[in-house]
């Protein structure tokens, strides 16, 4: 049983999880996340931790910022789009429970002080800006460092926040080099 409380967005993503997982699962009814949803959460973040794994499309990233600046010590799963999708949907409900499993293991907690280890000169010099394959090396490298998707300013500060170390930013970009 996983200690943390998981916080999905709705009622499949329960259900997608429970076939994954021995754990306690809370749904945000999606964009309808409320201040009792929120107060919910707040308790369980207190009691027992939670994890936030939300879907990797812009209400998802959205429902994160909602919970993340609302609440302290959130741990966050990500799910890589390509492992969420089906049918031209994308969701945790289309997760594989072994993608949902990944995604729980390698949740990352956000660090509160300012840390800035990672520049965008660490950027540019990784790749991960101002070129044209820039956007799919992030892509894969956060899918690698399980810190999913986003633009160049989130992924720096992603990168930062969630205490990727530089010889783990490395590896991952090697791995992503080497695929190619």
């Known amino acids: 049983m996983i200690k ?17 997982v021995d754990a306690e699962v809370i749904a945000t009814s999606g964009l309808g996340l409320n201040e009792k949803i929120i107060s919910v959460i707040k308790k369980a973040s207190q009691n027992r931790g939670i994890i936030i794994l939300t879907d990797p499309d812009y209400p998802g990233k959205k429902i994160r910022y909602m919970l993340s600046s609302e609440i302290e010590n959130c741990k966050h799963a990500f799910i890589p789009r390509d492992k969420a999708k089906k049918d031209g949907d994308i969701g ?7 993608d949902i499993i990944e995604a729980l293991k390698n949740a990352r907690a956000e660090i509160s002080e300012n840390r800035q280890v990672f520049t965008n000169s660490d950027m540019v010099y990784y790749g991960l800006v101002g070129n044209e394959n820039a956007s799919k090396m992030r892509a894969k490298a956060g ?4 810190i999913g998707y986003c633009g160049a300013k989130q992924f720096l500060k992603r ?22």
């Open 143 to 146: 899918d690698i460092l399980g």
């Open 159 to 180: 990168i930062n926040s969630f205490g990727i170390e530089r010889n783990e930013l490395e590896e991952a970009i090697l791995k992503v080099e080497n695929e190619e």
């Open 92 to 98: 945790v409900e289309n997760a594989r429970p072994e």
């Open 4 to 20: 943390e409380i998981i916080v999905v967005e709705g009622k499949s993503d329960i259900s997608a999880v429970k076939r994954a």
